[in-house]
């Protein structure tokens, strides 16, 4: 929902009594990865208000949001998509260097900024954001995140799946056993992902 102002509105219900979201609200999940992501230098949306509505159990929160389209978006035009997908790459690395592992991660949750081209997130509710760099698991795991979408895929398989890795390493700061390891796992994901 868009108000007046041009903020947007989302509203976030807890579908179950007995839920970790009662005790955790998804909109105070939302609210802190914002702030977290912005000290983390990471362009995304900019919080104004969080509300309450008891009757229908619901939580409203007030937003600024990131300006831009989406990655998926951007690659349908049909324009610098070899660009638009290194810089995905890249910036994929630099979310898991920084201990970020957006369960929500697709192209459609990755806004390319007008001015500068660099991507930023959106619905950021589902993440999980540590201290330390993911490990060569996680960050292997987080590839699946955006192989669920079809059309995302069959730009992953245009641009080319080792390229895609080979651009991802450059910029993930893995080193040894480490590199490897996330490469065997990525490399099977990633294949697993392209023949369904």
């Not at 978006?73 to 201990?99: I, M, N, P, S, Y």
């Amino acid at each position: 929902m868009i108000a007046p102002n041009g903020h947007y509105i989302k509203i976030f219900r807890t579908k179950k009594r007995l839920s970790t979201a009662v005790l955790r609200p998804y909109a105070l999940r939302f609210c802190k990865n914002a702030e977290t992501l912005a000290r983390l230098g990471i362009p995304t949306v900019q919080v104004h208000s969080v509300s309450y509505c008891p009757e229908n159990r619901r939580h409203l929160v007030t937003y600024r949001p990131l300006p831009g389209e989406t990655l998926r978006g951007a690659l349908k035009k049909g324009e610098g998509q070899d660009g638009l997908l290194a810089a995905f790459a890249r910036f994929l690395a630099k979310l898991h260097r920084r201990g970020i592992y957006f369960r929500s991660i697709h192209f459609g949750n990755v806004i390319i900024q007008p001015d500068s081209d660099e991507p930023g997130l959106i619905d950021i509710a589902d993440m999980r954001i540590r201290r330390r760099p993911l490990g060569a698991g996680a960050r292997a795991r987080n590839l699946r995140h955006f192989l669920r979408y079809r059309e995302d895929v069959c730009a992953l398989e245009a641009f080319g799946l080792a390229r895609f890795l080979e651009i991802y390493l450059e910029a993930a700061d893995l080193r040894g056993w480490r590199q490897t390891l996330f490469q065997r796992l990525a490399e099977r994901i990633l294949r697993k992902g392209l023949q369904r």
